[in-house]
């Protein structure tokens, strides 16, 4: 471990600002990295295949990825700092003291990602970080097999959505479906059912789907407030609704995610 006393040393220039999303998104996709937090996600990104550049890690932890000395990082640097140069750095308190800076890999199109798929999700206009990530812990939690991602939804691999899905968006593949939502006629073409998720008054119950419809489902979810966007709507094969009681309109999306796929994954 190589401690780190100056937090305008330019070794770990990587872990500057990261609460500054604005900066981030300039920063990180362009130059094909992504930031891991907390060692859970570290090991998660490791065991998914993705290369480590380098590690920053509150000093007194280093103990903690002992067991990584021996080749686990291959030839990515381990810097150390305390508390409160870390937070100077970051610009937050890493209370996990744990960092990551990786590589990214290279996405694969959305006719591999579907040729391995039987059930699939795809989001429209998901542009909150913490939805993305709850979207994908669920996803990979209950049985679904890939998401799709329109042009304009968040990144997955944004140090945010990275760790609420707890490393979870590794274990599930994922491609940008473009242009949109033109490209969602790809999904008939290889067999897919395209569920529009609303409230509208002519959506049926999910529990109400034919077993055809259910074969090779293609969950479709739009943004909080606005919902599906018309031309998304207008893709669909059938739109769909979680039944609600007590005059509640609607569930936070993550949360209609998660119970829209046990719905379409149990037996």
């Not at 750095?89 to 800076?101: E, N």
């Amino acid at each position: 471990m190589e401690l780190i006393t100056d937090p305008a040393d330019e070794r770990i220039a990587d872990y500057r600002a990261l609460t500054d999303l604005e900066l981030r998104t300039r920063w990180e996709p362009p130059n094909g990295l992504f930031i891991a937090e907390g060692e859970l996600v570290l090991r998660r990104a490791l065991a998914a295949g993705y290369r480590p550049r380098s590690v920053l890690i509150e000093a007194k932890r280093a103990g903690q990825l002992a067991d990584l000395a021996q080749g686990g990082l291959g030839e990515a640097a381990v810097y150390g700092a305390d508390a409160a140069l870390l937070q100077q750095i970051t610009g937050f308190h890493v209370h996990r003291g744990v960092l990551a800076s990786f590589h990214r890999k290279t996405l694969p199109s959305v006719t591999e990602v579907l040729a391995q798929a039987r059930r699939v999700v795809v989001l429209e206009d998901i542009n909150n970080h913490t939805n993305i990530g709850a979207i994908f812990r669920g996803v990979a939690a209950l049985g679904m097999d890939a998401v799709l991602l329109s042009p304009t939804c968040a990144d997955p691999l944004y140090r945010r959505s990275v760790r609420v899905s707890m490393g979870e968006v590794f274990a599930i593949p994922y491609a940008t479906l473009d242009p949109w939502p033109e490209g969602l006629d790809v999904l008939r073409e290889a067999g897919f059912t395209v569920l529009a998720m609303t409230p509208a008054p002519d959506a049926i119950s999910l529990h109400e789907l034919s077993a055809d419809q259910r074969r090779r489902p293609a969950l479709l979810m739009g943004a909080e407030g606005p919902g599906l966007t018309a031309g998304a709507l207008k893709s669909s094969d059938a739109r769909v609704v979680i039944p609600m009681h007590r005059g509640v309109d609607s569930l936070n999306v993550a949360a209609a995610t998660a119970v829209a796929c046990w719905e379409l994954t149990r037996p």
